[in-house]
């Protein structure tokens, strides 16, 4: 039997959110690779075996895959989250890109999931209704000053901006940095939300304007969303009106 | 038994890609509303009273399930992809924020779905793998004026783009007009993707460059993914490499 590696992600937390196709290619799978925390979510199978590994090893875990999968093991690769956006799908591209030239001919797939961001949203109300984007300030993998660039682009053009990996313990300050730029350019009542932990049973949502936003509000678990200026509050929820045409009609 | 409105997406088409949290909400509801090509993909159930609709209606349908929900009944909105992303849960926001005060007080909630845009990418591979946005070419609901300043913000800042309703028989020409700005801002060699019925049995990627985009390739079903400089071919799939700092390492 040959080979097979799908990436799947298993979306912001709760089993709810999984969708049946990724459920399905973690039943079928034999073999599992992933961050050990995303494992943890799945239930044991047995016979199945388990690669866990810690955050931060992406291409390693990637050519670990794409090595089974050669191999003849059927291979799932585990986000979180969904696993095309800053996840493990990049990752098992780039080490395809980078290594043995017969991975090319692999049987590899990609399972889409539910990424943070909608699931963000959908705590607070309807904040995605119009335009977006979505930015990662981890300046790991690209320097500040691009970050920099995009917030101010995106600011300026009026989107609505969903902040991935807003902080962490190596990375306290630079949401308090990014809050600093976009004021410069969007108004100080901006709706700013934070939210901890979104599709799962701890959610969490904080809504702040842009101009009182702290960033300390935030941390790895938080998904930031800062409003377009049409973004506004009815009853307890955020939501981005669908016009730009003045009153919706 | 006082009333509910929960709005659902049932992704991009294919039951694999409807969330068990979803389904639960579309199993008990008494009453779905929707426009009649997405409720037809639900099976029917004793009992259940469906409200289709027409495209174009959205804040009709909103206040119709509103109301229904102020009446007691547990009523699901359904969209496709997820109902946060240009779908129904603005517009039942925009319904509230104008209707009845009281319905500021009743039980609303938003299931996130699998938005098109991920089920896009993952046809393809990993083009979403880093910064990157979603704009909507339809211009129903805003100038062409805002869409051609987020375009042009979006390709000088380097994200890649997601072009949702790239195209319609009201609006044909659009996209032609959306490539022939970006290809002022971006080099001619950008990966350009088009994919239709993405996450159906039907899905169909094509890849191209932005020199030689045909908007023609686009219809109502498809999305369009533009890349960022970084984005690349290694065998048949098209991924943007997380690492913006040269080889990855």
């Known amino acids: 039997m ?15 959110l999984i969708t049946p196709a990724t459920a399905e290619v973690l039943a ?7 961050y050990g925390p995303y494992l943890d979510r799945i239930p044991c199978r047995i016979g199945q075996r388990r690669h866990a590994s810690d955050n931060g090893v992406e291409l390693e875990r990637a050519r670990l ?11 799932a690769v585990v986000s979180g989250g969904d696993p095309g956006v800053f996840a493990m799908a990049a990752a ?5 890109d980078a290594g043995d030239p017969s991975w090319r001919d692999l049987d590899i797939r990609v399972e889409p999931g539910v990424t943070a961001m909608l699931a963000a949203a959908a705590e607070a109300g309807a904040p995605l209704g119009g335009d977006f984007c ?16 995009r917030l101010t682009a995106a600011a300026e053009a009026d989107f609505v901006i969903a ?8 990375r306290p300050h630079q949401l308090g940095q990014a809050f600093d730029l976009l004021r410069g350019v969007k108004p100080k009542e901006t709706p700013v939300l934070f939210v901890r932990a979104a599709g799962t049973a701890e959610a969490c949502v ?13 941390d790895m678990r938080t998904l930031v969303i800062v409003g377009a200026s ?5 009853g307890r929820w955020i939501y981005t009106p669908r016009s730009e045409r003045g009153a919706a009609s």
């Open 2 to 16: 040959s080979g097979s590696l799908v990436v799947v992600g298993t979306g912001p937390g709760k089993a709810g």
């Open 28 to 34: 079928h799978a034999t073999d599992l690779v992933g």
């Open 65 to 75: 895959a794409l090595s089974l999968a050669a191999a003849g093991r059927q291979v």
């Open 92 to 96: 098992v591209f780039e080490a395809v």
């Open 134 to 149: 979505a930015i990662s300030l981890s300046d790991n993998l690209k320097t500040w000053s691009t970050i920099e660039r």
């Open 163 to 170: 902040l991935y990996n807003p902080a962490s313990k190596a």
């Open 206 to 218: 904080v809504v702040t304007s842009l101009g009182a936003a702290d960033p300390s509000c935030a």
């Open 230 to 234: 049409t973004t506004r509050q009815v």
